[in-house]
Nanobody
Framework: QVELVESGGGLVLAGGSLRLSCAAS????????MGWFRQAPGKERDFVAA????????VYADSAKGRFTISRDKAKSTVFLQMNDLKPEDTGLYYC??????????????????WGQGTQVTVST
């Protein structure tokens, strides 16, 4: 049973930084894609970034490019999302997701079977 546990959210001023972590357990993640999604109140769950576990290949939403960095530590089975220059529109509940996906599917949240509980990020002005 795959389990994902996020941490690292919080309240930060605009322009600040946060580092989210997603600790993964209960599976063999070699062929998995690990993704980060954001959901604001009353809105759909939006893709933020993803990384292929084995190769380390990454992809970002346009809103995240140049500000966010996704990475993974294989030894610790943990995925990170470093977020810099945060903006109020980055506010939301951030979820970690994982599944064995083809690369073309990684932006679609409905394709992921495994999700964490989410960690709240609030960016104030």
């Amino acid at each position: 049973q795959v389990e994902l546990v996020e941490s690292g959210g919080g309240l930060v001023l605009a322009g600040g930084s946060l580092r989210l972590s997603c600790a993964a357990s209960g599976g063999t993640f070699g062929s998995y894609v690990m993704g980060w999604f954001r959901q604001a109140p009353g809105k759909e769950r939006d893709f933020v970034a993803a990384i292929k576990w084995n190769s380390g290949n990454t992809v970002y939403a346009d809103s995240a490019k140049g500000r966010f960095t996704i990475s993974r530590d294989k030894a610790k089975s943990t995925v990170f999302l470093q977020m810099n220059d945060l903006k109020p529109e980055d506010t939301g509940l951030y979820y970690c997701a994982a599944d064995n996906l083809i690369w073309s599917s990684i932006r679609n949240p409905t394709r992921y079977d495994h999700w964490g509980q989410g960690t709240q990020v609030t960016v104030s002005t």
